[in-house]
């Protein structure tokens, strides 16, 4: 066992090395368009190949009650063509010139996610920004698109974990936007009028609204000539409003019960936790790992294998602009005695903010997280995705090169202190679904 400690942290002490000798922040060249887009550019020529990624400030925690998922759906319709490029041609040129493509929106961010050689850099230019200002919204296309995310909604409906966490997450959050899940409600995606959808995507999609992260293979001087080019004349677009709402403080807790057919039960327990950038972040985020991360974490040990209430843990802190939760989700063995399996997790709470968690805990967390980030980096899309969330959800692509200081630097009493201040009863709500005719 002590070699394997000693080779995992060789293994991070490489790694980060590595990641810091060929990623640092006097590399990002940053500047911004009249329009308001924001660049940041980072040369790595490593392999001949260019990441262009695009985040937008715009997710679930923009939208309103009768827009909820329209941040989701406006991602899949930026693929369904401009009157420039079909539908279908943005996948289809880039498939042809060797790269690939993904895209994805949360609670507080788009983002479109292009990989590919090096020479095609301006034709993939050349249709990102067309996407931005001009995607069709074609009448027909967009009720075929509303029929896939409609059919996207069942599908999570069908999964007994996806539901109960749907419904722990709109009993626990009353007012803020996190209320309801990035997929939205199935009436309000039935219920979406065009006009609405363009007025979300002419506001929220603006240049002055998003990122442009280049990392890859490129030179900086001629990458800045052909964005001025294709993104320079996308004109700027009204400020989209502020977030304002609040959630207010849990006065007691809550409950959620489901019964549904089911071969098991679920269970799931949900605290409210703050934002990112606040300081509590980061010893919840390290406690995480030593309640949950792995086959030797706290709950796992008590839960799976010597009480043998379940088949898995799993959860941990939001990472989010605004506070949301802290998930603890046990999938417990059917007909497992789901009493017990909340008292577990309160007792195991109970000893952390008494006593914090250990040492070698800390350690085997900070080694965890150290570990992933690293991994990431070694490609030029870790190395964009990681800029993009910083700017995002810390305000500045800067903050992605101190991060993993920041989390050197909690001390194991400030994991005790956190957790005192969120595991508290009043600031829980607890889900679980019963099997139709089985536990009561």
Request: aromatic share 10%; glycine share 8%; charged share 25%.
């Amino acid at each position: 066992m002590k070699r394997k400690i000693v080779f995992a942290l060789l293994l991070t002490t490489a790694l980060a090395a590595a990641a810091t000798a060929a990623f640092r922040k006097q590399d990002v060249k940053v500047f911004s368009l009249d329009n308001g887009l924001k660049v940041l550019l980072v040369e790595d020529h490593a392999i001949p190949n260019v990441a262009l990624y695009t985040y937008f400030r715009v997710g679930s925690r923009n939208e309103r009650p009768g827009l909820t998922g329209v941040s989701h759906f406006i991602e899949h319709m930026m693929f369904n063509g401009s009157p420039k490029f079909g539908p279908g041609e943005f996948d289809r040129r880039m498939e042809f010139a060797g790269g690939a493509n993904n895209a994805f929106t949360g609670n507080d961010m788009t983002g479109y996610t292009d990989w590919f050689p090096a020479a095609a850099l301006e034709s993939m230019m050349a249709m990102e920004a067309d996407r931005m200002q001009d995607a069709s919204f074609d009448p027909q296309v967009l009720e075929s698109e509303r029929g896939v995310v409609a059919s996207e909604r069942r599908n999570g409906e069908n999964s007994n974990e996806s539901i109960l966490s749907e419904n722990v997450q709109a009993t626990a959050i009353m007012a803020h936007p996190y209320h309801w899940d990035v997929i939205g409600w199935m009436s309000d995606i039935l219920g979406w009028k065009r006009g609405e959808i363009l007025g979300y995507y002419h506001t929220y999609y603006a240049p002055n609204n998003a990122i442009l992260i280049l990392v890859g293979d490129f030179d900086p001087a001629k990458a800045s000539d052909l964005i001025h080019r294709y993104y320079g004349p996308i004109p700027k677009g009204t400020p989209p409003p502020a977030v304002t709402t609040v959630e207010p403080p849990q006065m007691g807790p809550k409950r959620v019960l489901i019964r549904k057919e089911a071969q098991a039960p679920s269970f799931q327990a949900v605290w409210h936790a703050p934002a990112a950038s606040d300081p509590d972040y980061l010893p919840l985020a390290l406690l995480e790992n030593a309640l949950l991360g792995s086959t030797s974490s706290r709950l796992y040990k008590r839960l799976v294998r010597e009480e043998q209430l379940a088949l898995g843990v799993g959860g941990g802190v939001s990472e989010t602009i605004d506070p949301m939760l802290f998930t603890i989700d046990v999938r417990p063995r059917p007909g497992a005695d789901l009493a017990r399996i909340e008292a577990v997790i309160e007792e195991e709470l109970g000893k952390i903010k008494t006593n914090g968690i250990t040492e070698a805990e800390l350690q085997k967390s900070l080694n965890m997280i150290r570990s992933q980030y690293y991994f990431g980096l070694q490609s030029i899309n870790g190395k964009a995705g990681a800029l993009g969330q910083a700017e995002i959800l810390y305000g500045s692509y800067e903050k992605a090169f101190n991060r993993m200081d920041d989390f050197g630097a909690v001390k194991r009493e400030r994991i005790a202190e956190a957790a005192r201040k969120v595991f508290n009863e009043n600031n829980k709500t607890v889900g679980t679904l019963v099997p139709t005719g089985g536990e009561k």
